[in-house]
């Protein structure tokens, strides 16, 4: 592959990126794009834009809550006063762990998931308990079991039930009413991460919560991904807006 002007390998190198492959490797750990993939050229025009719309203002602190219109375009999804732009999934996750919980408070999270993220939680003093998952993604069984062993002191559940990490897995409707028929029994906040579900090449693949009844009854928090490009792990590595919904 040919790599567009901007996006070449030039600077490709220790110091000035987080993590350089041995030549001839291709490593899947970090979840970095090819270089000539990431559209650099594209990013640039979109800087140059936005200088000439908001000028010194593009430069400036923006809204604690998220640039206004950036907020207005993700509340096609929901209401945009429910909207907050974060800094990447980790602000977004130690927010969780800091506003929703306190030290001891139980988080229920899939058997297999983000490493670094479940790190976050515990380093928050949170219990970090794994449900078991199945070919289907988390086993409604065993996060019923699991609800109701630490009914009570469970500040929220984290799934991401569209493209998992690291399975891939797509859970079925029928699952995902399961498991917010479970969560709803119990009083489970789940927390979707929701940063691969624009990744669907074919078809259509529907959020964990069917018609977004869960969200409007506060059984659900989302954690998505900016519709200018996705997560640091959908467009490239360093963009790093998610928002909650």
């Known amino acids: 592959m040919t790599a567009a002007p901007l996006s070449h390998r030039r600077a490709w190198r220790s110091g000035i990126v987080q993590q350089v492959s ?43 809550r998220g640039a206004a219109p950036l907020r207005a375009a993700v509340a096609g999804r929901g209401d945009q006063d429910n909207v907050l732009v974060t800094a990447g999934s980790s602000h977004a996750l130690y927010l969780l762990a800091t506003m929703l919980a306190k030290p001891g408070d139980v988080v229920l999270v899939e058997q297999f998931g983000y490493d670094l993220g479940q790190r976050l939680l515990r380093d928050a003093g949170l219990r970090v308990v794994p449900v078991s998952m199945d070919a289907h993604g988390v086993d409604p069984s065993a996060f019923e079991d699991a609800a109701r062993a630490h009914r009570g002191r469970i500040a929220f559940a984290c799934m991401t039930p569209t493209f998992h990490n690291p399975t891939g897995v797509v859970v079925p409707e029928r699952r995902r009413r399961e498991l917010l028929a479970v969560a709803d029994r119990f009083g489970v906040l789940i927390v979707e991460d929701d940063a691969y579900a624009d990744l669907v090449l074919d078809g259509e693949v529907q959020d964990m919560h069917p018609h977004d009844e869960s969200i409007q009854r506060g059984l659900m928090l989302e954690i998505d991904v900016s519709e200018w490009g996705a997560s640091e792990a959908v467009l490239f590595s360093g963009s790093k807006p998610l928002w909650f919904l």
Not at 38 to 59: H, I, K, R
């Open 22 to 64: 041995p030549a001839r490797v291709v490593d899947l750990g970090p979840g970095y794009l090819q270089p000539e993939l990431m559209p650099a050229g594209l990013l640039a025009e979109a800087y140059q834009n936005a200088l000439v719309e908001f000028g010194s203002a593009a430069l400036a602190y923006g809204d604690d």
